[in-house]
């Protein structure tokens, strides 16, 4: 079974800072993918970024990257330039890969709610 | 526009009664699922579904059960509520198949249910 540790339950960030929200992971798959999702104050879940375990190149979107250590089985966040928007509940998610007659699971974090200070 | 429905936002029920939580996509998605939502624990698994009529449990399937008769419905049954049911429950659906990129999955608003 996998399992996903945030250890940071809440982090706060001054406007246009920049701030690193940790994510650990633990499994024995070698193909695997990796999620941040956003829940902002009204609920929608968002995805926003991903990450192939086979690519080595760390996932970049816009302000957001990611920092992925596999044999560390580390996946951080950085948010750049933050802004008031940013402010939300952000997860890490682990999802194996799986043939295509079977679902596809995602593992969530605990969670790090973010709150981005004006 | 990517859509995932849920029948409410909010919901109050009475211990031992029978609750209907209710999704609708309509990406035409085969994998749908229902997750709850409790601080501190994040979100864990409770039934999905990968096809029509066909579901597998999650990590937390004790005191639920679902039911996916239509390719874009799936509705997650709680057969006598009780207090300590009383969470957020969010469904969420996506593509399944290659390439990865079909394997983001859309969230619903989730429903705020409280059991008294």
């Known amino acids: 079974a996998q399992t996903v540790t945030q250890s940071q339950p809440e982090m706060s960030v001054q406007e246009a800072e920049t701030v690193t929200l940790s994510c650990t992971y633990d499994t024995s798959e070698n193909n695997y993918y990796l999620f941040w999702y956003k829940q902002p104050p009204s609920r929608q879940m968002i995805l926003v970024i991903r990450q192939e375990a086979y690519k080595q190149q760390n996932a970049t979107e816009n302000r957001f990257s990611v920092n992925f250590q596999k044999a560390a089985k580390s996946f951080s966040l950085k948010i750049s330039d933050s802004q008031l928007g940013d402010t939300a509940m952000y997860f890490c998610?682990?999802?194996?890969?799986?043939?295509?007659?079977?679902?596809?699971?995602?593992?969530f974090g605990e969670g790090t709610q973010l709150t981005v200070n004006p | 526009d990517v859509k995932v429905t849920q029948s409410s936002r909010y919901l109050v029920k009475r211990t031992g009664e029978k609750v209907f939580l209710e999704c609708v996509q309509d990406?035409?998605?085969?994998?749908m699922f229902w997750y709850r939502q409790d601080p501190g624990l994040g979100l864990r698994l409770i039934y999905f579904s990968y096809d029509v009529k066909m579901k597998e449990k999650g990590d937390i399937p004790e005191g639920y059960s679902v039911s996916r008769e239509k390719k874009e419905r799936f509705s997650l049954i709680l057969e006598s509520a009780s207090t300590n049911q009383t969470s957020m429950y969010l469904c969420?659906?996506?593509?399944?198949?290659?390439?990865?990129?079909?394997?983001?999955?859309?969230f619903g608003p989730g429903t705020r249910l409280t059991v008294l």
């Open positions: 969420a659906s996506s593509l399944r198949g290659w390439p990865p990129n079909y394997y983001e999955q859309f």
């Open positions: 998610a682990f999802m194996k890969h799986v043939e295509e007659t079977s679902g596809s699971r995602l593992t």
């Open positions: 990406m035409d998605h085969e994998n």
